[in-house]
């Protein structure tokens, strides 16, 4: 009988908001290593501000946020740097530098965090391009990539340090469809060729039923998960209407 997967990613009775501005509560899930999971909700149902709490960029009202079982909000010092370089970020605008090239933006967590030889480090960063399909494109400044290969680029910056978590913050938007299918193959393999788990935030359905294993589904109302389980089998099963008719993109 094969050993239950370690959970890489707790999120323990987060209740999260700005000031006196309450937007989620008593939040709870797990994300075990090698899985692809999802974060869904119609807009202002607060899906990026609970990403921005998952990667440590506010703190929560209430609850913790565990990596490896190592409390994020707890964590201080060297032991929150440790915590932190255990995950990687794509972010919705890509963020690129743009008077750097594509191999240099790569490069940049390495010139950050390690002390390796400037050759090791050029090795490492041409062969994270190389896994996301820009290697000939290594030269070119952001400005000269197309939307996808930026975000290729992106992805190929935030697994530089051999992350065991990578988060995406909308991963596909801006993109035409083809080029967005793309970017789901590509997720994929990652996950299966390289066991990286995935945690992201998105409201493209496609992409969501193509890549995603598992889902948690936010109510604005409530402010918590409504619906938590795999993406097709919600879609036709959940118990709450909203949620079958979101899936369904169905108007209300």
Same mark, same amino acid.
């Given at each position: #009988? ?13 209740? !999260? ?9 008593? !939040? +709870? ?8 999971? /999802? ?13 921005? &709490?998952?990667?440590?960029? &506010?703190?929560? #009202? *209430?609850? @913790? ?8 909000? *707890? ?26 090239? /594509?191999?240099? +933006? ?8 390690? @002390? ?38 992106? !992805?190929?910056?935030?697994?530089? #340090? ?33 066991? !990286?788990?995935?945690? #992201?935030?998105? &409201? ?14 936010? @109510? ?16 036709? &099963? /959940? ?8 899936? +369904?993109?169905?108007?209300?």
């Amino acid at each position: #009988m094969s050993e239950p997967a370690k959970i890489l990613i707790e999120a323990r009775d987060l209740t !999260i908001g700005y000031g006196d501005r309450l937007i989620l509560e008593q !939040i +709870n899930f797990q994300v075990p290593r090698g899985e692809v999971f /999802a974060i869904l909700g119609p807009s202002g149902a607060g899906k990026s501000t609970l990403l921005k &709490h998952l990667i440590g960029l &506010h703190k929560p #009202m *209430q609850g @913790d946020v565990l990596i490896s079982g190592k409390s994020l909000v *707890q964590a201080e010092g060297e032991e929150r740097l440790r915590i932190l370089q255990r995950f990687g970020v794509l972010y919705q605008g890509s963020a690129l530098f743009g008077s750097l090239t /594509a191999v240099e +933006n790569v490069r940049l967590p390495l010139d950050e965090f390690t @002390d390796l030889p400037e050759l090791a480090k050029d090795f490492i960063a041409l062969s994270k391009l190389r896994l996301v399909g820009l290697e000939a494109a290594a030269t070119k400044l952001p400005a000269d990539l197309s939307g996808g290969m930026q975000k290729r680029a992106a !992805i190929a910056r935030a697994i530089v #340090m051999d992350p065991c978590v990578l988060f995406l913050d909308e991963p596909s938007a801006g993109l035409d469809p083809i080029t967005s299918a793309g970017l789901d193959a590509l997720i994929r393999e990652l996950a299966r060729g390289l066991g !990286i788990t995935f945690v #992201m935030v998105t &409201h493209e359905l496609p992409s969501i039923y193509a890549v995603a294993d598992r889902v948690v589904v936010l @109510d604005p109302k409530t402010r918590r998960i409504v619906a938590e389980g795999a993406p097709l089998w919600l879609r036709e &099963h /959940a118990t709450q209407p909203w949620v079958r008719q979101f899936l +369904n993109r169905e108007v209300t």
